[in-house]
């Protein structure tokens, strides 16, 4: 009599718990600090504590934790998709790791060049100067130029616009590759494997 063995079952079922943990993590801390954490540090609780600029540091010390996990999960995501590809001998999912490239990017862009550049314009736009001492990084008042003060004031909305519109295609890219892996024909290779197997114990 033909056996059939349940995709949820095993390695398949492990390497599909992976996938399905590691975009849930990345969409839902996506989603967590842009809608609800990352408003919080210009609110009228936050800023009676640590006023403009303060609060700005605040904000970037966080980002570098979220593109962190941007790192990390595009990373894992990476390897999962490597792994399920070999494990499984299906087809090289190249629409999903394309789209992992492309979040993986993204986050490059945002976390290596724009918030650099987000950095040095807010210090300009509050006239001072971050200086390290040790571990320790102090702030010391710096004198600009009024020119200099509203171009940093103008290219920082504009780079701020920027970094939101590029942390939205990322959610959006999230969101879509997180309903794939739920949808039981949107497996990266793990479907092919099942199918695989049901076919050898079905001879």
């Keep these: 009599m033909a056996q059939s063995v349940p995709l949820h ?39 009676d504590f640590t006023p403009p600029p303060n609060n700005g540091l605040v904000a970037q010390a966080m980002l570098g934790r979220y593109f962190m996990l941007h790192y990390l999960c595009g990373t894992i995501a990476s390897l999962h998709l490597l792994v399920e590809w070999l494990y499984s001998g299906g087809g090289f999912p190249r629409c999903a790791i394309a789209v992992v490239c492309v979040l993986l990017g993204l986050a490059l862009i945002s976390g290596k060049f724009i918030s650099p550049e987000l950095s040095a314009l807010h210090q300009q736009k509050y006239q001072f100067k971050l200086k390290s001492e040790g571990e320790r990084q102090m702030i010391e008042k710096a004198e600009y130029e009024q020119s200099v003060v509203e171009d940093a004031k103008w290219k920082f909305d504009v780079w701020h616009g920027v970094s939101q519109v590029i942390n939205l295609a990322m959610m959006i890219l999230l969101t879509w590759r997180f309903w794939r892996l739920t949808q039981r024909n949107g497996q990266d290779g793990l479907s092919t494997f099942g199918q695989r197997k049901r076919n050898l114990f079905a001879k």
């Design 9 to 47: 079952c095993g390695v398949p079922g492990f390497l599909r718990f992976v996938g399905l943990f590691n975009a849930a993590v990345w969409v839902g801390g996506s989603i967590f600090f842009s809608f609800l954490a990352a408003p919080v540090f210009f609110t009228a609780e936050v800023t």
